[in-house]
């Protein structure tokens, strides 16, 4: 009966363990691996042409049409620097949904569904100044991976929402 | 069940602010003609209608400040009382000040709701005609009598739909008076199958014992007179009343029903969103086009008559639904014989104002972005434009000093001017000052009409003193931002000891527009038809380069500057040859310039969207549109380009 009563302990955690589990959207950037919340993630997309926006930065690769609504693109690969070129045979775009904010991220290959305890993530790795980060909210392992959980509010308020802190300098300017 | 009133705030506020409208347009008519019974009767409605609303809602220093208004036009209705033209003022004073109070209610914040002078004119009125608000007890009113009156009311059946309710009146009535035999009709209420339980199938009789007189009664049934038919009977007459007592419901039975339903309101998202789905229809319908081939469709008749009749209701339908969103100038118009008045009376200047094309339809949403431009040019134009009526004399000029406001339809959009007979730009005074601020160079030439654009430059000011209307030197490019934001372009018609006419000339929307399709590079944009003066492709003697800085275009003997579009859009890190490409003339800040773009594509009307919702806004455009075959296609904003254009110059020009 020990022994029984063991067991249901321990299933009750593993139980619990699963309702704690969050489900993440992983997909590869380049030999690099990163996440983004399921529940973010509103649809993908194969890779379709991109209307280039004047004078934006590079990594904003431009704005798609979304069933009428006009979406910008982002390529994170451009924004952290990896040097490498996706295949668009494989290349999708997920379009994720942030505070209303509706913006496409380009992911070298349809993503897979992993689920994720919170015993699991560990907090970014500091490499101090060297490298930015602030992107990055939490790391995890899958697979002999190390995947990188975006944090898709700070990267979008800084990527998209630029206008305001330009607003604000004209204002005070 | 409670009901939550913050939901009803937004109507209220909106209605409220008609209401101050009307109040403010009916008191300056009055001002010129204070016995005009209509608008005297407007004018009571109007506040009538804020201090109901406002006392339902719970607001009560909006209700209760609006009651003393009340109480001064009641006697003026009744003809106790005339008002003075410095009546009007205080009257005028007090209907901003309820305007700041309902500001406040907007803003949640409490402000002070007494005004000692509209309480003076109150108190100077007196109480012996004050009027009959559920506020004020029947007992205060002129005795003439107890009556007893026989009454009905029939409400019609979407009298609870529209947010009525029967109870409000039987509690009012018996604040005037005692109710007895109180029958309830319900003969027409239909089997429980057949009932809709929103409507109102009910109606009542019973008798009323009243001291009050007939126009208490009539308050009473002010607000619902439209959506309930009332009939009263007087049973044992006081011997002042008179033998019927006409309410307003019945003397109004004559109307046409059709005014019933005249307006409705309704969210302008709703309407943004229709709006949205037919320019998506517009497009879907370019792809099947597309998709069947034009060759397919030209070869099978049926199928071309078939999709004739689609493209004709299609374009009847997108014009219907942009219908929606127009609204009459005088909307915008209106609010200036207040600020024409006061503004004069500030200035001590006899001032008339001219309205015309008042009827002239324009989108809704450009209207409200308008408002401010067109109020600062018609405040510099009482201030600086008109003389003071010592110095007209002294010009031996006759005619009254006059603003003019006019609009009028023109061929893809319309145009406003704000014209004075005044005293005229002096070109050489605009030229010393620009050059004092450092905005011209002293040698530089300047045509008469470049000069006075400069009024427009940010910083720019001729007034030698600071007023508390204008010569601040903020202004004018701030109205040239405005309009630039609307697509539109602002330019200066003057003449010396003459007047000056500003005129504006708009798209009327902002939600579509009509665009000329040109190919860069890769791409496509699209180029606002307004904008656009002639397109070209010029002889290679015909363009010379400028320092190597830029090229011109010799067009009619007059050099066209040239911005490569491929360059400022970041396609081309060199501008290629004008001879290989074409050359778009546009006008952009009341200047010509020339686009080099590599093909035209053809004209189209496009459906306006903004990149601003899940991006940001983006120098140099004005919004996005999906072309045909769903691809995304910027929209030029021309003079942000331009100016983008010639920023950069500049900047490369110091480095």
New interface residues.
Partial sequence: MRHLGEFSHARRAEAHEERLETQYLSFPLGSERFAVEILRVQEIRPLC?I??????PVH?R????LR?????VIDLRLRFGLMTNADPRFAIILVVNVQD???GIIADAVPKVLAVSPSELAPAPDFGQRVDLSFVSGVFHRAQELVLLLDLDHLLSVE????CNDEIDLVAG | MTIDLSVFQAAFLEEAREHLATLERGLLALERNSSDEDTIHQVFRAAHSIKGAAGTLGFAGIAGFTHQLESVLDSVRECTFVLEKSDISTLLEATDQLRNLVDAVEDNRSIDSSSPKLAALVERIGSSSSPRGPQTPANETQMIGSRRLQLEIHPKRNFFAIGLDPILLFRDLEALGTLSDVTCDVTSIPRLSELEPTDCNISWKFRLETTAADQELQDVFLFVADDCEVRTTAIELAPSSPNSLELPAVARKGRPAAIESATLRVSSEKVDSLIDLVGELVIAQSVVLQLLGEQAVKRTPVMRDAIMSMKRNMQELQGRIMGIRMVPVATLFGRFSRIVRDTATLLNKSVTLEIEGQDTEIDKAVVERLADPITHLVRNALDHGLETDRERNVAGKLEPATIRLFAEHVAGGIVIEVSDNGRGLDATRIREKAEQQGLVRPGDSLTDEQVNALIFEPGFSTASEVSSLSGRGVGMDVVRSCVDALNGTITIGTKRGEGTTIRIRLPVTLAILDGLLLRVGLFTYVVPLLAVTEAFRPEPNAVCSVTGAGFVALLRDQALPLVDLGVQLHLADTPKNPCEALVVMVEADGRQVGLVVDALLGQSQVVVKSIETHYRRVDGVLGATILGDGQVAFIIDVAGLVRLAWSRSGATEAA
Avoid: E, S, Y
């Fill in positions: 042409a209307m280039p926006i004047p004078n934006a904003i431009g704005v798609i049409n009428g609504i006009i979406v910008p904010k509706i913006c998209l929402g630029r206008v």
